[in-house]
């Protein structure tokens, strides 16, 4: 019969830093994920925040670094609007001043492209006759993707009249 508890292995602050600068090294982080990490290697508070100190002045851990890496990513790949990467680094508890910096990576040219595009292309997916059910199928997509409701509602109705 297995033990009911699991033990897992500890770890030094030395080795638990040198696991979260290679975690860090691999791909940008926010504060709350290594936090995060760091508690589910059983790490003291005064371990994390010995730890997340390091990260910061060695570089490793860079807040404004990652949001803006997270916006450029999440729009440039995942096609979201900007109140959904507003919304995904709130969750992350970035802070307003990093969430505005990370905004600026997106131009404003690049921004109306991109809507176009996904709303053009999902249009050609919509299957649905009734135009006011595809408008609200279109809408609701672009809607659930992060993209302001405004500008949502003047394409749905440049493209379906």
């Given at each position: 019969?297995?033990?009911?508890?699991?033990?897992?292995?500890?770890?030094?602050?030395?080795?638990?830093?040198?696991?979260?600068?290679?975690?860090?090294a691999y791909q940008e982080r926010c504060h709350k994920e290594v936090i995060e990490k760091l508690r589910n290697m059983r790490m003291i508070p005064e371990a994390?925040?010995?730890?997340?100190?390091?990260?910061?002045?060695?570089?490793?851990?860079?807040?404004?670094?990652?949001?803006?890496?997270?916006?450029?990513?999440?729009?440039?790949?995942?096609?979201?609007?900007?109140?959904?990467?507003?919304?995904?680094?709130?969750?992350?508890?970035?802070?307003?001043?990093?969430?505005?910096?990370?905004?600026?990576?997106?131009?404003?040219?690049?921004?109306?492209?991109?809507?176009?595009?996904?709303?053009?292309?999902?249009?050609?997916?919509?299957?649905?006759?009734?135009?006011?059910?595809?408008?609200?199928?279109?809408?609701?997509?672009?809607?659930?993707?992060?993209?302001?409701?405004?500008?949502?509602?003047?394409?749905?109705?440049?493209?379906?009249?």
């Amino acid at each position: 019969m297995q033990n009911q508890f699991s033990f897992s292995k500890s770890y030094s602050v030395q080795e638990a830093t040198k696991k979260l600068e290679r975690y860090c090294a691999y791909q940008e982080r926010c504060h709350k994920e290594v936090i995060e990490k760091l508690r589910n290697m059983r790490m003291i508070p005064e371990a994390i925040d010995q730890i997340v100190g390091h990260l910061i002045q060695e570089n490793y851990l860079n807040e404004e670094r990652f949001a803006k890496s997270f916006a450029r990513g999440k729009f440039n790949i995942k096609k979201w609007g900007k109140n959904r990467i507003v919304r995904e680094l709130q969750f992350r508890d970035i802070s307003a001043f990093n969430i505005k910096s990370a905004l600026k990576e997106i131009t404003n040219d690049a921004y109306m492209t991109t809507l176009d595009e996904l709303a053009q292309k999902r249009l050609e997916a919509i299957t649905e006759s009734n135009p006011q059910k595809r408008k609200k199928k279109l809408a609701d997509y672009l809607l659930y993707r992060g993209w302001e409701s405004h500008l949502v509602y003047d394409k749905v109705n440049e493209l379906i009249s």
